[in-house]
């Protein structure tokens, strides 16, 4: 399965955006998908991720209760949705794919496919 995740941007402290991932491929609904950032000199961390179903849903403790995961497997697209942005939030922001499983790993190792980032830029 190849990934592009789009949707970044620049935003004040405090608000929104949108990013996607948008698949390419068969059989989408068999992948769990991950989010993880990267920040200048700092390594990938994971945010967040959703079982193939879309009936399960894993967040970083960082970003609990601001960020929501969701999915379309009609549409072959993930959707994270970031609210009350933070300026610690900026970060190049991934997709990542893996074979479902029983437990949604948030090992980056783990995905064995990843899309090109999108920037997020939270200014404040």
């Known amino acids: 399965v190849q990934l592009q995740a789009s949707g970044g941007g620049l935003v004040q402290a405090g608000g929104s955006l949108r990013l996607s991932c948008v698949a390419s491929?068969?059989?989408?609904?068999?992948?769990?998908i991950g989010w993880f950032r990267q920040a200048p000199g700092k390594e990938r961390e994971f945010v967040s991720a959703?079982?193939?179903?879309?009936?399960?849903?894993y967040y970083a403790d960082s970003v609990k209760g601001r960020f929501t995961c969701s999915r379309d497997n009609a549409k072959n697209t993930v959707y994270l949705q970031m609210n009350s942005l933070k300026p610690e939030d900026t970060a190049v922001y991934y997709c990542?794919?893996?074979?479902?499983?029983?437990?949604?790993?948030?090992?980056?190792?783990?995905?064995?496919?990843w899309g090109l980032g999108t920037q997020v830029t939270v200014s404040s």
């Open positions: 990542a794919g893996t074979a479902r499983r029983i437990t949604i790993p948030t090992a980056a190792g783990t995905y064995p496919y």
């Open positions: 491929g068969r059989s989408f609904g068999n992948y769990d």
């Open positions: 959703i079982s193939w179903s879309g009936s399960r849903t």
